[in-house]
C-alpha cells in the first residue's frame, strides 16, 4: 500500500513537470509555421495566369484570388469574467469595417475572431491556430498584455502582424523587446503613462501619502501596480504594502486584513473584472479599510465592475484613456456605435481597436498589389513595415505615429469617479449625466 | 518474502526522504510562525477576524464536501461533476432572487428570502444530479472504476458548457441582501453578519444531513448499501433508489452551499465550480474520503489554513506577496495527507473487504 502511494506521488511529480515544460512546448508549431508559410503562398503563385506577380517578399505574399475575401482576424479576450473588454474592441473593429463598406480593394472584408481569454495559455492557443492560417493578411489584438505574452512569438514567425487595442504593459514595446515582437504594435497607451498619472492623482489631486496596490499576478497588473509604485515614491509618497493574490481568488478578506495592518490612506488595485469586482466588494467589511480611497484602471473600466463590487464602487476611482481628450470625431464613432449596438460603450478601448483596425487598412491599401484579374497580394514584410512607418494619421483617439518598437498610441489617461453603483447608468461618454464622471485633469 | 538488497536500499532512501520531507514542511511552518508572531505585526482582532474568515470559507468547502464523501462512501467514485452542480444551484437560485428581489420580498421578509432560494437552489441541484447519475453514471455501474471518473468529468464539462451556452460567459451578481449587511458585536468583536448566518446555515445543514443518515431508514439503508452493496440487495434494499437519493441530497448540500458562496462573493458564472469544486474535494480527502464528519473537519481545517496560512507562517518565513500562495497550501496539505495519512484526518471507515 505504501509503494503505490510513493508511485502515486512520482506520477503527481512528472504530471506537473510536464505541465511546467508545456508553456515552452507551445513555441513550437510556430516555427514549423514559419518555414512552412512563405514557401506554401510562393509556390502557389506559379499557377496563376502569366502576367502573375513575382513575390520577392522575405516573409512571403498573401494570395487572394477574386472570389476570396481580404481576411483578418481579431483576437482578444471574448469569454469568461473579461469578455467585455474583448467585445468592446471587437465592436470597434467591426465599426472600422462597416466604415470601409464592407469592402477593401474590391473585395468584402472577412473578420473572425479568436477567443484567448485573458491568459497567457489561451494566447499560445489562439495564436497558433491563427499562424496556421496562411489565408490571413492581418490582426488585430490581444485584449490582455499576458495573451501577447504567450502568443507573440507564434504570430511574428508566422510572418503576421498584429496591432493590439488594449495591451499597456509597458514592456511590450520596449525598444529591447527582443526579435519574437517584431509583429507587434498598438495603439493603445503604455502603462508607463497610466501608471504615473495615477500616482500624480493620488499624491497631488487626493493628498495621499500611503498607498498600497495589489495585483493580480497579470503582465498587466503586475507592471501597472509598479509603475504607480515608482512614481509614488518618487514623489515623496510611501508604499505601505505590495500584495498579491491569485487570479481564481475569491475570498479576499485575509489579504485585504494583511494590508490593512499596513495601515494605507489609499489602495490601487489594477486588476481585471473578478478580483476586481470581488476586492471592491469585500473591502469594506475588513477592520481599518471602511474609509480607505480606491482606485481601479482601465482593465475594469467596465459596467461589469458594478455587477460584482455593488454598493461599494459608488465614489470608486478608475483611470481610463481620456475620451474627453481625443482630437479625432468621437461623437460620430459613439453615434455610429449606439445605432449598431445601442446602449453604452462595454469597456475603454472600442477607439484605439477602430484606429488599430483603420492603420492595418491603410497599410494594407498602401501595399497591395492588386492584378489585372482582381487578384491581390499581400507582401507581408512590406505591410508590417508599412504600419511601423505610419505617421500622423488622424485617429479617433488622436494623431498617431508609430514608433520603431510599435508605439502607435497618443496616451492622454484621466482619473474618472464613478457616481452610482447601478450598472444601468453606466455610460462615461454621457454629456449631461457621465457615470463615471472624468475627476482629474 | 525475501527482498533483495537493492530493494531494501531503496526503501530506506524513500523512507528518508519522505522523514525529510515531513520535517522541513513542520520546521517551515513552525519558523514561519515564530518569526510572524514575534514581528507582532498583527493584532489579536486581526488573528480572529482570519480564522473568522477561514470559517466562513470552511463550512461552504465543507457542504460541497458532504457530496463527493457521500457518493465515494456509496459507490467508490469521485464525481467530478459536483462542484458544476454547486454551479447549477447559485445560478437557479439568482434567478429566483432577483426576482424576488425585484417584487421588494426579500427587503420585506429577509428570513424567507434568505430561505426560499436555498430550497429552490436545493430543488435545482438535486434535479440535476439525478439526471446525471442517470445519464452519465448508472449505465457505468460495474465498469472498471476509472470509467465512471472519465464520464464524470465529461459531465462536468458538459454542465460548464451547456450553462455557458444558455446564460452566456458573463458575470452575474446575486442581489444583495440588506438585513445581512454589516456587522454584530459579539463579546467586544465586530463579526460580518452575513459570515455568522452563513456559517450557522451550513451547521445546520449539516447537522441534517448527518441525522438524516444516523437516524432515519433511508439513512440506514444508505449505510447498508455503502458497507456492501450485494448484501444490502439481498436484505431487501432497492439499490438505485439509495444510491439517487445520495446523489440528490449531496447535490442538495452542494445547492445550499452555492447560494451561501453567491451572498457571500456576490459573483456568479458557469466556470464559478471549478475552483470550490477541487477544494472541496481535498477537504473530503483531508478529513477522510467517505467520512460524512471527515469532511466537515476537512473544509474547516482546509478553509482556515488557507485563510491564515499565508499571514502565519508563509510571511514569516519572508515569501513575498504570500497570497498567491494560497493555493499551493492547500494541495500542499492535500499531497501531504496522501503521502502520511492516507485515511484522512478522521480516517476513511474501511472494511478489509473494500480496501
Not at chain 1, 226 to 251: H, R, S, W
Not at chain 1, 391 to 401: C, H, I
Not at chain 2, 242 to 266: E, K, P, Q
Request: some cysteine.
Amino acid at each position: 500500500m505504501k509503494r503505490l502511494y510513493t508511485m502515486l506521488s512520482v506520477l503527481v511529480l512528472a504530471s506537473m513537470a510536464l505541465a511546467a515544460c508545456g508553456g515552452g512546448a507551445t513555441e513550437a508549431p510556430a516555427t514549423e509555421v514559419m518555414t512552412e508559410a512563405p514557401t506554401e503562398v510562393m509556390t502557389e503563385a506559379p499557377t496563376e495566369a502569366p502576367a502573375m506577380y513575382e513575390c520577392t517578399d522575405a516573409l512571403g505574399c498573401v494570395k487572394i484570388a477574386p472570389d476570396e475575401p481580404v481576411h483578418i482576424a481579431y483576437w482578444g479576450v471574448l469569454s469568461g469574467a473579461d469578455a467585455s473588454l474583448g467585445e468592446d474592441s471587437k465592436r470597434g473593429v467591426e465599426i472600422a469595417i462597416d466604415d470601409k463598406g464592407g469592402q477593401l480593394l474590391g473585395h468584402d472584408i472577412l473578420l473572425t475572431t479568436e477567443d484567448a481569454g485573458c491568459v497567457p495559455e489561451g494566447g499560445a492557443t489562439a495564436a497558433a491556430k491563427l499562424a496556421s492560417d496562411t489565408s490571413l493578411v492581418g490582426l488585430i489584438g490581444s485584449s490582455c498584455s499576458d495573451e501577447t505574452v504567450g502568443g507573440i512569438a507564434a504570430i511574428t514567425n508566422a510572418g503576421l502582424t498584429t496591432i493590439s487595442p488594449s495591451n499597456t504593459r509597458p514592456v511590450l514595446t520596449d525598444p529591447a523587446r527582443g526579435p519574437d515582437y517584431a509583429g507587434y504594435a498598438r495603439t493603445a497607451h503604455s502603462d508607463a503613462f497610466q501608471g504615473k498619472a495615477v500616482a500624480e492623482f493620488a499624491y497631488n489631486f487626493l493628498g495621499v501619502r500611503k498607498a498600497a496596490t495589489l495585483h493580480d499576478g497579470s503582465a498587466y497588473a503586475e507592471a501597472l501596480q509598479q509603475v504607480f509604485a515608482d512614481n509614488f515614491v518618487a514623489l515623496g509618497g510611501e508604499i505601505v504594502a505590495q500584495e498579491a493574490v491569485a487570479k481564481d481568488a475569491t475570498d479576499m478578506k485575509p489579504v485585504l486584513t494583511t494590508i490593512s495592518a499596513a495601515g494605507p490612506e489609499l489602495l490601487y488595485y489594477p486588476v481585471f473584472v473578478a478580483v476586481g469586482g470581488f476586492v471592491t466588494a469585500q473591502i469594506r467589511d475588513v477592520a481599518g479599510l471602511e474609509d480607505v480611497k480606491i482606485i481601479g484602471s482601465d482593465g475594469i473600466f467596465t459596467a461589469d465592475l458594478l455587477k460584482g463590487g455593488g454598493a461599494n464602487t459608488q465614489g470608486m476611482y478608475l483611470s481610463s484613456p481620456d475620451f474627453s481628450a481625443f482630437t479625432g470625431d468621437y461623437a460620430g464613432f459613439i453615434t455610429k456605435h449606439e445605432a449598431k449596438y445601442g446602449g453604452s460603450t462595454l469597456s475603454t478601448f472600442h477607439a484605439h481597436a477602430y484606429d488599430a483596425a483603420n492603420i492595418l487598412f491603410a497599410a494594407l491599401e498602401a501595399v497591395a498589389v492588386v492584378e489585372a484579374d482582381g487578384t491581390i497580394y499581400v507582401p507581408r514584410t512590406a505591410l508590417r513595415e508599412a504600419i511601423f512607418a505610419t505617421k500622423d494619421f488622424k485617429g479617433v483617439t488622436g494623431t498617431l505615429s508609430c514608433s520603431p518598437s510599435g508605439d502607435c498610441g497618443a496616451p492622454v489617461i484621466a482619473v474618472y469617479e464613478i457616481m452610482n453603483s447601478d450598472p444601468a447608468s453606466w455610460n462615461p461618454t454621457s454629456a449631461d449625466a457621465p457615470n463615471p464622471k472624468k475627476v482629474y485633469p | 518474502m525475501r527482498t533483495s538488497l537493492g530493494e531494501r536500499v531503496l526503501d530506506l532512501v524513500v523512507s528518508g526522504f519522505l522523514w525529510g520531507f515531513r520535517v522541513l514542511i513542520v520546521a517551515a511552518i513552525l519558523i514561519g510562525t515564530i518569526v510572524t508572531i514575534s514581528a507582532g505585526k498583527y493584532t489579536s482582532e486581526q488573528w480572529i477576524d482570519f480564522v473568522v474568515f477561514g470559517i466562513t470559507t470552511g463550512s461552504i468547502y465543507a457542504l460541497i464536501a458532504l457530496g463527493y464523501t457521500m457518493v465515494y462512501g456509496i459507490l467508490r467514485m469521485i464525481n467530478f461533476a459536483h462542484g458544476d452542480i454547486f454551479m447549477t444551484g447559485a445560478f437557479g437560485a439568482y434567478f429566483l432572487a432577483t426576482w424576488l428581489n425585484g417584487t421588494g420580498f426579500i427587503d420585506k421578509n429577509p428570513l424567507l428570502g434568505l430561505l426560499i432560494p436555498i430550497l429552490f437552489a436545493m430543488l435545482v441541484s438535486a434535479s440535476i444530479a439525478m439526471l446525471v447519475e442517470r445519464i452519465a453514471y448508472r449505465p457505468l455501474r460495474g465498469a472498471p472504476r476509472l470509467v465512471p471518473l472519465i464520464s464524470a468529468i465529461g459531465a462536468s464539462f458538459f454542465l460548464e458548457y451547456a450553462f455557458r451556452g444558455f446564460f452566456g460567459p458573463g458575470k452575474y451578481a446575486y442581489p444583495p441582501i440588506k438585513a445581512l449587511e454589516g456587522s454584530w458585536n459579539i463579546l467586544g468583536i465586530g463579526i460580518l453578519k452575513v459570515q455568522v448566518i452563513v456559517t450557522i446555515a451550513a451547521f445546520v445543514m449539516m447537522a441534517l444531513l448527518y441525522s438524516i443518515v444516523m437516524y432515519t431508514k433511508m439513512g440506514k439503508a444508505m449505510r447498508a448499501v455503502s458497507e456492501n452493496k450485494d448484501t444490502a440487495a439481498l436484505m431487501g434494499i432497492d439499490i438505485n433508489r439509495i444510491i439517487v437519493s445520495t446523489f440528490a441530497i449531496g447535490a442538495a448540500m452542494a445547492g445550499a452551499a452555492g447560494v451561501l458562496y453567491s451572498i457571500v462573493y456576490r459573483q456568479i458564472d458557469y466556470f464559478m465550480g471549478f475552483t470550490p469544486g477541487i477544494k472541496a474535494f481535498t477537504a473530503a480527502v483531508l478529513g477522510g474520503i467517505g467520512n460524512i464528519p471527515g469532511a466537515m473537519v476537512g473544509g474547516l481545517v482546509l478553509g482556515i489554513f488557507e485563510s491564515v496560512g499565508p499571514s502565519l507562517f508563509l510571511e514569516g518565513l519572508g515569501i513575498p506577496r504570500p497570497y498567491q500562495l494560497k493555493d499551493v497550501i492547500a494541495f500542499t496539505m492535500l499531497v501531504m495527507i496522501l503521502l502520511f495519512r492516507p485515511s484522512g484526518i478522521l480516517g476513511e471507515r474501511l472494511t478489509t473487504k473494500k480496501a
